[in-house]
């Protein structure tokens, strides 16, 4: 892939996922690389089909915003190809039934069989909107529209069988196993492993194991000076936020006080591996935490320790919601 290709791989990715503060920062590089504005909100778009109204809306106003934040600050980007937005054809459904046939290599049936034929109207709205309205703009090629479907449904949980169609649909349509491969790894970084290998489980690579062997888990005992008690959770609060929200290598940074002594602090702190608890420690959030609670412990103690079960791990979190 090039590196538009990729842009658009990753900006599908964390709309999938929700993930608004990231995808900032990908709309602003998919720009800089080159991508027209209309190719982003023709992905954007395109994506409400498969990830949901909400977060396609929340990307599009995502991205609409960047637009005038990079305009205020002189930055004129291309509009780009004209997004055709009148579909006159008489049969829609035909039309849509024949994109899909070139997308399946495989003769369509009306209704599909199957939902087609148990919810009629899911089959109008796929052959007609997405695969009629959707896909007659030229502004995105169909191997670039079946990248953009594939990053998203690899980021989302359980619709493998969904995942599956389209990776054979892109393969129909000139999409590499080679490109496959680098679209995992850019799901890896965009979202996970676990997301990231169920490319990798379809298309038959290796998968990437989820648990590292130098993971890090450790469990901080901290006394607090009583007088210090409310500032020191309050500082402690907005490190751990942080470190979740913007630290990939951070699994989990789970502060606790005990009921009957609210001074005993303890932090329950989970790394992806030891590179990326070094990061932790440089990072602004927690040098912040570190410098402005010296005077507030009266106590410090670390604790290392080994999971009993690592193959269980990731689902450790899975529970809460």
Do not use: W
Not at 118 to 136: G, N
Request: hydrophobic share 40%; proline share 3%; aromatic share 6%.
């Amino acid at each position: 892939m090039n590196a538009k290709e990729q842009s658009l791989v990753k900006i599908s990715s964390l709309t999938a996922t929700g993930n608004l503060e990231n995808l900032k920062v990908q709309l602003n590089a998919g720009l800089d690389l080159g991508l027209t504005i209309n190719e982003i909100k023709e992905a954007l778009v395109q994506l409400y089909a498969y990830c949901g109204f909400p977060r396609s809306l929340n990307a599009i106003n995502t991205f609409k915003t960047i637009l005038d934040e990079r305009k205020v600050k002189g930055i004129n980007d291309i509009e780009g190809k004209k997004i055709v937005v009148e579909n006159n054809v008489v049969d829609k459904y035909e039309r849509g039934r024949k994109t899909l046939e070139t997308l399946t290599k495989t003769p369509q049936t009306k209704p599909a069989p199957g939902f087609g034929e148990f919810a009629p109207r899911i089959d109008a709205f796929l052959k007609e909107h997405l695969f009629a309205d959707i896909f007659m703009s030229e502004v995105l090629t169909y191997q670039q529209r079946e990248l953009v479907t594939i990053s998203a449904l690899a980021s989302l949980d359980e619709v493998e069988g969904q995942l599956q169609s389209h990776i054979n649909m892109g393969k129909n349509i000139g999409i590499t196993e080679n490109q496959l491969v680098q679209l995992a790894d850019l799901v890896q970084e965009s979202v996970n492993k676990t997301q990231a290998n169920t490319v990798r489980k379809i298309i038959g690579k290796p998968l990437v194991p989820i648990i590292e062997n130098d993971m890090m888990v450790r469990i901080s005992e901290i006394e607090i000076i009583p007088e210090f008690l409310e500032e020191y959770n309050s500082i402690l609060k907005e490190e751990a936020s942080a470190s979740i929200k913007l630290e990939k290598g951070v699994i989990a940074i789970f502060p606790m006080y005990q009921k009957e002594n609210p001074t005993q602090i303890r932090i329950v702190e989970i790394y992806a591996n030891k590179e990326a608890y070094q990061f932790h420690l440089q990072t602004p959030h927690f040098l912040k935490y570190k410098t402005s609670t010296l005077k507030m412990v009266k106590s410090l103690k670390l604790i290392d320790m080994e999971s009993l079960d690592k193959e269980t791990m990731s689902e450790i979190f899975e529970k809460i919601n």
